[in-house]
């Protein structure tokens, strides 16, 4: 069926190290691969996204990285700051680019 | 109104009721989407709408029904509300897709 799976659930990184996180999406027709956080009582806000005719993005501190034949994409985040701490989810259209399903998210530590 | 908004903040709800969840959007985006937030299992899509006049089923669609009346509103009813339906949604409208998805700030319902 259509799924994205994220990994891990839960990450603790010491501050200032790098964080990385990975997605494995479905359908091999996916497009688009948004990545949102979701800081404690907020709402999921857009921090960078990749589409399929790209392999890599970045900005700032923050990249992405596709891989379409092997259906996995991940977040890499250098010199994290105590800012960082947050959920992060993941994401993938489906259905021809008709809808979006996110990961369950992983809940990033940024340790002092 | 600025952006995307939701009605109520939050409810508590008697099992059995008939509830309506109100999303609002003044950014004239086509795609409009509901999704309940659980913990551990990220965001759900319940239904989508790519544009006004049609609706799409997500992953959880039983026991919800939308409308899409015209552009800027997006209703999500639960017609018999059950305890399982406890959860955060959220509403959230995008340009079409692949598009960035902006969210509105959730609604929290309790159904007892």
């Known amino acids: 069926g259509e799924n994205v799976e994220q990994h891990p659930s839960t990450l603790s990184v010491q501050e200032g190290d790098s964080a990385v996180i990975k997605c494995t999406y479905s359908d091999s027709a996916s497009n688009y691969f948004p990545w949102y956080k979701q800081e404690l009582g907020k709402r999921p806000q857009l921090i960078i996204d990749?589409?399929?005719?790209?392999g890599e993005k970045k900005d700032q501190r923050i990249a992405v990285t596709l891989n379409k034949t092997a259906k996995h994409f991940s977040l890499h985040i250098t010199e994290t700051q105590p800012e960082d701490s947050a959920v992060y989810f993941c994401?993938?259209?489906?259905?021809?680019?008709?809808?979006?399903?996110f990961g369950k998210g992983t809940r990033l530590h940024i340790l002092p | 109104i600025a952006g995307i908004t939701q009605a109520p903040t939050s409810q508590i709800l008697a099992a059995g009721r008939r509830m309506t969840l109100r999303c609002t959007q003044d950014m004239r985006h086509n795609a409009m989407y509901w999704y309940r937030q659980d913990l551990g299992l990220g965001l759900r899509l319940i239904h989508y709408?790519?544009?006004?006049?049609?609706?799409g089923k997500g992953e959880v669609p039983d026991g919800y029904s939308v409308s899409r009346a015209n552009t800027d509103d997006f209703p999500l009813t639960l017609a018999s509300a059950v305890p399982s339906q406890t959860s955060v949604y959220f509403c959230a409208s995008s340009d079409g897709l692949p598009a960035e998805q902006f969210f509105g700030p959730g609604t929290r319902l309790t159904v007892l």
């Open positions: 994401a993938a259209t489906m259905n021809r680019d008709d809808k979006i399903i």
């Open positions: 990749i589409r399929s005719n790209v």
């Open positions: 709408s790519n544009t006004a006049g049609t609706t």
